[in-house]
């Protein structure tokens, strides 16, 4: 099997496995968002570490911990993913599955946003009718809820800001995700001692079966995140571009059939807005990446 068809795989499966997310934090029940949270966070330190330990990258991680500047990145980085990783557990176990999914088709549309914010980069027309699309979206289904859609919109932007530092600092997937939960250790592990404390903690109260599937949390975290590095290294960016989007096409069915949540008709036409606008992004996207493989592949022939 080639190379690329093994990253294909790879990007699919963990695209996949966070399509099917909706399904693995209902079962946390009782514990609360935030408790999962700080199980995740705390799980995932371990997974990670026996990975590295593995691997041998630990000189990686002790590269990041040696510059300021990165550290600082990452321990941003971690602030963002906290907050997005929270967003999401809380709308997937309070019956938000469908507005979840919203925030991941628009997300990214924000990347590209926050791109031009931040970074300065220039966008091509497409990209800015993709770009009004999702904003004419977001004014449906304000009015069509009697609210912003909230919960998609910090998905989206969390994860688009955690994309944005992840992509300035250079730090790797497996490595980055080590420094982002040891940063958010303290705060994790102090808030289950004191669940513990008082007796709100579901650890250790609701059976050995709860206690292993908090504990797995740490886990799911982990394997989709290194499917997602091996694919990142085997794939062109519009192939990743492409099956991002099975994560929230999945978790959207979920959300429609599943869990029976309503999707009434000016919510759907705020999805359509943002199917219309991705439809047009990608088809842009993946024309502007093979307009830029034939200039390349002139110059190469050019000067051979």
Same mark, same amino acid.
């Given at each position: ?53 593995? *691997? ?54 924000? *990347?590209?946003?926050?791109?031009? $914010? ?23 289904? &304000? ?33 980055? $995700? ?19 404390? &008082?007796?709100?903690? &579901?650890? @250790? ?15 799911? *975290? ?16 519009? @192939? ?16 429609? *059939?599943?869990?029976?949540?309503? $999707? ?41």
């Amino acid at each position: 099997m080639s190379s690329e068809r093994t990253g294909v795989l790879y990007g699919a499966s963990a695209y996949l496995l966070w399509g099917l997310f909706p399904l693995y934090w209902p079962l946390l029940a009782p514990a609360g968002a935030v408790e999962v949270l700080a199980h995740r966070v705390l799980w995932s330190l371990v997974v990670v570490a026996a990975v590295l330990a593995v *691997t041998r990258r630990g000189a990686a991680v002790r590269t990041v911990l040696a510059d300021r500047r990165r550290l600082l990145l990452v321990a941003l980085g971690a602030v963002v993913i906290a907050v997005n990783w929270g967003t999401y557990i809380w709308g997937v176990t309070s019956g938000h599955v469908v507005e979840t999914s919203l925030g991941y088709f628009v997300n990214p549309i924000v *990347t590209v946003l926050l791109g031009v $914010l931040v970074l300065g980069e220039r966008l091509r027309p497409a990209q800015w009718t993709a770009l009004g699309a999702a904003f004419v979206a977001v004014v449906v289904l &304000t009015v069509e809820n009697g609210r912003p859609p909230w919960i998609a919109l910090v998905l989206a932007f969390s994860f688009g800001a955690y994309g944005l530092l992840k992509k300035v600092s250079g730090v790797g997937a497996v490595e980055g $995700l080590a420094v982002e939960t040891a940063v958010l250790l303290p705060v994790a592990a102090g808030y289950v001692a004191v669940l513990g404390a &008082t007796g709100a903690g &579901t650890f @250790t109260a609701d059976g050995s079966g709860h206690a292993v599937l908090l504990a797995l949390s740490g886990v799911v *975290t982990a394997v989709p995140l290194l499917a997602f590095g091996a694919a990142a290294s085997r794939v062109p960016l519009t @192939t990743l571009g492409l099956l991002q989007y099975l994560a929230p096409t999945l978790q959207f069915a979920l959300g429609v *059939t599943l869990f029976d949540e309503p $999707l009434p008709l000016f919510r759907l036409l705020g999805f359509v807005l943002v199917w219309a606008g991705l439809a047009l992004f990608t088809a842009d996207l993946v024309r502007h990446h093979r307009r830029t493989s034939r200039r390349a592949a002139a110059a190469a022939a050019q000067v051979a």
